[in-house]
């Protein structure tokens, strides 16, 4: 092995899922004392890059070179013991138990049947200091600040020697603070020899903390490129792309009154976190407002407080006049619409038949209910009427939704949502995973319901969509609105810039 | 929370002194049937706590305790026919402990390998054990009677002579056990795994622990605590009955859940559970109160309910309890 | 849903009870006796005379109600294991209305079953509140409950309690009840079995055809969709619970007024248990519910002769069931004893036990 061997070489690495390829033909050099980022917007495929490097997942095809020699996918006790640590988005901590417990669990250091706390206290207190990350190894977990758990996940990592460490959404969980002090432990740690692999989809980190790096689009990698050598622009490029021209005949918007006002809007996540910060915003009828963003910056709260599904913790919004209130049902009411971003989860029904699903909010009104007796006939005509006019390709209205495609799902949830009239659309990720010609099909639909005269609201993670659908882009970044553009008049790279925190 | 202990130590004795003062008899005897009475409730407690620390919901502990209570009695009443008593006991103590553990073992297995619900599963335990013990129970055998131990020259003491040191040797087993499983949980590689493992396995399961052994190991040891408190049944009642558990597996539970899963906490739950038996069966004899001794015996359920539902009492269970794994 | 599918899905339950008697058998024959005969002796007492039918409709109506409480939990996604406290709560009210009022027949009897099911409904009711506001695992409080309810019911009939029957001396019963509430029976057939029988259908409409069966249904095949679709979970949850209890409290109200004649505690320990194994033989469907209790009502009417045939003990029963409720939890179990292929059993995944907690 020679010095300039990679520490690991991935080559041709293909994954599928059943209905996707999740990686198509990666390939990735890491280097000793490297870091290199794995950029690429949700669903790109850099977890599933990682869990094979890892060895969580096994590749279908091509192959793993460690130290210049090929390695067999054993499940991750194997790739701990080969030097390869990884700390993932949900932290693998006990939260009970102390800083020190859950860095030697597995192994840890024994006096006859006792668990010597004092020698393993002593050893984390010893490698924090070696590297620098400073912790107390007696504090129990789930009292410390996000930030310090992050920092035990890596002192874990150490613990058992790791050489290579893969970092999966470090910084999706921390603070800004936080995540400057995560980005200087990682310099430190390159520098005692470590390669690194860090993943994101924040521009600014990648450029102030990686040496090289890998972009990946749709399962492929579309580029590696020197960080030096890179923008927070050309990067955006690579990272959403333009390859998918979408085309939607659109005439220009005839915005009227205001439909939705929010005020000093404030929302914050189920942890207490305030992730919407004063959010004022104003959709017309007749118009599209697309907000701009990285996913994670305040996009899902400010949606689920316009519609009722979150509490507003400070500030208020109003539809058509009337405050927003902590329910669902009386913002449907109001003429709401709205298409969830997480449509298996929170937008269907898996077991029920189409049919119950096109009716799953509307099944207590006339004419699919009287005096609480659900109305069969009703129901399925509408469902008959429904997935002729929305194209769902199915066998049957009765054929359960879970057996659906992607494309198909979400057309049962468009034509739900969409085929009343409405005062409000709220669409979020509307076309995430979705096939070409579905992407088509929805776009047209939104923009219908604008020409009808709603006022629509579109929350997308792709610049494409935002482009091709809004009358007027907000830009959302760490739960402000910090730009709202003419689509007319702005570039996509000055909305990637917004939308990394710059401009 | 030592404040809290110390404080309820100190009410408690002071409550004993002043009753004692008013009515000794009494008091002795609720105080000393209150520690009877606990024995197989910290020993059945302690089983559900093993099982639900590494994950398991046990609600078959019901069913344990009977199987173990009807192998123990049998074991020993044939046993006796050949040898003596005490080691014709030691034949029971083992027979009560291996079924129960099998019976976890079964548990273990029913959620690993075939995916059960765990709740289901503990359900089939009871039922099965209530029919199996009544079908092959035969009228008329007997067992060698379980020893008292009282201490000499301890026992004498006033009241806590007879509450203390004047038992049945399971009852001193018991809070033996009580030291041994907490020293095992908080000192040693075993509990320090078993907490992780029933609080977030794939945390232990991304640094090489084998969590479906320990799942499987910590049953048995539940299943071996469990077939104890069958025993300490026995050492009460001498003989066994049809569905002699009563609900006490049911009540383990709540001893479980109310000392907040840990060994110090099931301990103070059973003496209080046995406690208001005590007072309640002291009470069917004598009225010495306008209250109905059947609301004495509510107070411990609804008292469970209420730690539960109040949040920040820190009736926390471990967190991945009642889970299936998903290995990747 | 096409008939293939619907005979599909007898397939579980049916080999389940298959194996649960194949293993009493083997049983039987290891206590030395003949388990042909047993189970002659079974059947003749279930099924052989009129009078063992109605036996069998008698033991086989709590059951129904019990079985229904536990299948409509199901539905909303609940675990109501409680069915013992409810079942007595039932009892005793309709045990009080039966002797306290006069009234005329056509009115006495419904208003001592709904009552007692009322009763019952505060018991649910409490459970599904407690979950859905404070977390409580429903599993842990019905248990507990079960024990206030038995505790409870003590009291109210015992020597001290409002209803104790004067005349029973130390006996802790309620006064017999008035001839105008007693469930009659038609011949061998009781009134109570058709009472059940009527639930079971109600319960199948409800869930099939009202919108409360839908957003009962929809909160417990996913509670996130019910939530963004406008359901209120905690509404829901507090509905189906109480409902539940109501099936389980009527049921101990028809024990009461059309078999024991008065209330009297402890009778009928386990039926909770037998709501389980009823319920999930019946797959949850509540039409399904009734052959299913029948069945295990019969074992138990028909246990008697079988233990005056052969010696075997009538609480071979639980033992049989016990094999009955594991199997047809758990069908890769049966698919492993009968090297089936994967898709010869249809099975829907039951699993409820997700923590005690938050």
Redesign the interface.
């Known amino acids: 092995m020679t010095n300039d061997t990679p520490l690991l070489e991935a080559r041709g690495l293909t994954k599928r899922f059943p209905g996707v390829i999740a990686n198509d033909q990666v390939d990735l050099v890491l280097h000793r004392g490297e870091i290199l980022g794995l950029l690429g917007e949700n669903g790109a495929g850099k977890s599933t890059l990682v869990k094979m490097l890892f060895g969580i997942h096994q590749p279908d095809e091509g192959e793993i070179l460690l130290r210049g020699e090929r390695i067999t996918n054993d499940g991750p006790g194997e790739s701990i013991a080969r030097g390869i640590s990884m700390v993932h988005q949900h932290f693998q901590l006990v939260p009970p138990l102390t800083v020190a417990e859950n860095i030697v669990l597995g192994a840890e250091p024994v006096r006859g049947l006792r668990f010597d706390k004092g020698a393993a206290n002593d050893r984390v207190r010893e490698i924090s200091e070696r590297y620098g990350l400073t912790v107390e190894p007696t504090d129990v977990v789930e009292q410390l600040p996000v930030g310090l758990q992050q920092r035990v996940e890596i002192l874990k990592a150490l613990y058992r020697g790791a050489e290579l460490l893969i970092l999966d959404e470090p910084t999706a969980v921390l603070t800004p603070q936080e995540t400057d002090e995560l980005l200087a432990i990682l310099r430190d740690l390159a520098a005692t020899g470590v390669g690194i692999i860090f993943i994101t989809h924040k521009l600014r980190e990648v450029l102030d903390v990686t040496d090289r790096v890998t972009v990946l689009r749709r399962g492929k990698s579309v580029g590696t490129v020197a960080t030096a050598e890179a923008t927070s622009a050309s990067l955006a490029e690579l990272m959403v792309g333009r390859s998918v021209v979408l085309r939607v005949d659109k005439t220009a918007a005839e915005p009227s009154e205001p439909v939705l006002t929010t005020s000093e809007l404030r929302v914050r996540d189920d942890r207490k976190r305030e992730l919407v910060s004063g959010v004022d915003l104003e959709v017309r009828s007749g118009e599209i407002l697309g907000i701009a963003g990285v996913e994670g910056n305040g996009q899902r709260e400010l949606v689920e407080a316009v519609t009722g599904v979150r509490p507003i913790h400070a500030g208020h919004a109003t539809i058509v006049g009337q405050r927003v209130a902590h329910d669902p049902r009386s913002v449907r009411e109001l003429g709401v619409a709205y298409i969830p971003e997480d449509r298996e989860r929170d937008g269907l029904v898996g077991v029920y038949s189409i049919a119950d699903n096109l009716v799953l909010t509307s099944y207590h009104t006339a004419p699919f209910a009287r005096t609480g007796v659900r109305q069969f006939p009703a129901i399925r005509q509408l469902a008959t009427k429904l997935v002729e006019r929305f194209d769902v390709r199915t066998p049957s209205i009765e054929t359960p939704v879970s057996s659906l495609s992607g494309g198909n799902k979400q057309k049962v949830i468009v034509a739900r949502e969409l085929s009343v009239e409405n005062q409000l659309v709220v669409a979020s990720q509307p076309t995430r995973g979705v096939d070409v010609g579905s992407i088509e099909f929805i776009h047209q639909q939104l923009i219908d319901a604008r020409d009808k005269g709603a006022a629509v609201l579109l929350v997308s993670a792709e610049l494409d969509e935002i482009f091709a659908l809004a009358d007027r882009i907000a830009v959302i970044y760490e739960g402000r609105i910090v730009a709202e553009l003419d689509p007319n008049t702005t570039s996509r790279e000055e909305v990637g810039l917004y939308m990394a925190g710059g401009g | 929370m030592i404040t809290l202990g110390r404080g309820l130590t100190l009410f408690t004795i002071v409550a004993l002194t002043i009753s004692y003062q008013i009515d000794d008899i009494q008091t002795t005897a609720v105080a000393a049937r209150t520690v009877r009475e606990a024995a197989p409730l910290i020993l059945a407690g302690l089983c559900g706590l093993v099982s639900e620390r590494s994950g398991i919901i046990n609600i078959g502990i019901e069913g344990q305790m009977l199987l173990a209570a009807f192998c123990g009695f049998l074991g020993a009443s044939y046993a006796v026919e050949s040898m003596g008593s005490t080691p014709a006991l030691l034949v029971g103590v083992l027979a009560a402990m291996a079924v129960a553990a099998v019976a976890g073992l079964f548990l273990a297995w029913t959620s690993i390998k075939l995916r059960m619900d765990q709740i289901i599963a503990g359900t089939v335990i009871n039922i099965f054990a209530i029919g199996a013990t009544s079908f092959f129970f035969a009228q008329g055998r007997t067992m060698p009677k379980v020893p008292n131990w009282s201490v000499p020259g301890l026992d004498e003491w006033p009241l806590v002579g007879r509450m203390l040191f004047d038992h049945g040797p399971f009852t001193y087993l018991a809070i033996l056990v009580v030291a041994i499983v907490h020293v095992a949980l908080f000192h040693t590689r075993w509990g320090l795994r078993t907490r992780a493992v029933g609080e977030h396995p794939s945390a232990a399961d991304t640094v090489g622990v084998r969590i479906f052994r320990l799942r499987y190991v910590n049953l048995a040891i539940g299943g071996a605590l469990a077939g104890l408190a069958g025993m300490a049944l026995l050492q009460s009642a001498s003989v066994f009955n049809r569905g002699m558990t009563n609900g006490k597996g049911f009540i383990a539970l709540a001893v479980m859940i109310i000392g907040r899963w840990r060994p110090g906490g099931v301990l103070a739950a059973a003496v209080l559970f046995g406690f208001f038996n005590a007072l309640q069966a002291q009470l069917q004899f004598k009225q010495a109160f306008d209250i109905p001794p059947q609301f004495f015996g509510m107070i411990p359920f609804v008292l469970t309910i209420a730690v539960l539902a109040a949040a920040g009492l820190s009736a926390r269970p471990p967190a991945a309890v009642g889970q299936h794994y998903e290995t990747e | 849903m096409g008939d293939a599918s619907w005979l599909r899905q007898l397939v579980l339950p049916a080999l389940a009870v298959v194996l649960g008697l194949f293993a009493g058998a083997l049983?039987i024959l290891i206590?030395g006796d003949n388990p042909l005969t047993a189970y002659g002796g079974l059947l003749e007492g279930a099924l052989g005379s009129w009078e063992g039918v109605g036996r069998t409709l008698d033991k086989a109506t709590p059951l129904v109600m019990g079985g229904l409480a536990v299948a409509f939990a199901f539905k909303a996604g609940l675990?109501n294991?409680g069915g013992q406290g409810q079942l007595l709560l039932g009892a005793a009210f309709a045990g009080w209305v039966g002797y306290f009022f006069d009234l005329p027949a056509i009115i006495h009897i419904p208003f001592a079953l709904i009552v007692g099911g009322l009763a019952a409904s505060v018991l649910g009711a409490t459970a599904g509140l407690?979950k859905a506001t404070?977390g409580?695992?429903e599993?842990?409080?019905t248990?507990?409950?079960?024990?206030?309810a038995a505790?409870?019911t003590?009291?109210l009939v015992?020597r001290?309690?409002p209803w104790n029957d004067p005349d029973g001396g130390a006996l802790a019963r309620t006064p017999e009840i008035l001839p105008s509430a007693e469930l009659p029976r038609i011949g061998d057939l009781p009134v109570g079995f058709l009472v059940a029988v009527a639930a079971a259908a109600l319960m199948w409409w409800v869930v099939r055809?009202?919108?409360?069966g839908?957003?009962i249904q929809?909160v417990g095949?996913?509670p996130?969709?019910?939530?963004?679709?406008?359901?209120?979970v905690t509404r829901i949850t507090v509905v189906a619970m109480g409902i539940s209890a109501f099936l389980a409290g009527v049921g101990g109200a028809i024990q009461t007024l059309g078999v024991n004649g008065r209330f009297e505690p402890g009778f009928n320990?386990?039926l909770g248990?037998d709501g389980?194994?009823i319920a999930?033989l019946a797959r949850t469907n509540s039409l399904a519910v009734v052959p299913a209790a029948l069945l295990i009502g019969a074992l138990d009417a028909g246990s008697t002769l079988m233990q005056s045939r052969t010696d075997?003990?009538p609480?071979?029963?639980?033992?049989?069931?016990?094999?009955i409720?594991?199997f047809v939890?758990?069908p890769?179990?049966v698919r492993w004893l009968l090297r089936l292929r994967a898709d010869a059993i249809e099975s829907d995944d039951?699993?409820?036990?997700?923590?005690?907690?938050?």
């Open positions: 049983l206590s675990f294991i407690l404070r409580t695992h599993v842990i409080s248990i507990m409950l079960n024990f206030v505790n409870f003590e009291w015992s001290d309690g055809k009202s919108t409360l839908f957003e929809t095949a996913n996130r969709a019910a939530k963004y679709a406008g359901i209120s320990t386990g248990f389980i194994t999930l075997v003990e609480e071979i029963i639980s033992v049989i069931q016990a094999f409720l594991f939890a758990a890769s179990a039951m699993q409820l036990a997700s923590g005690w907690g938050a």
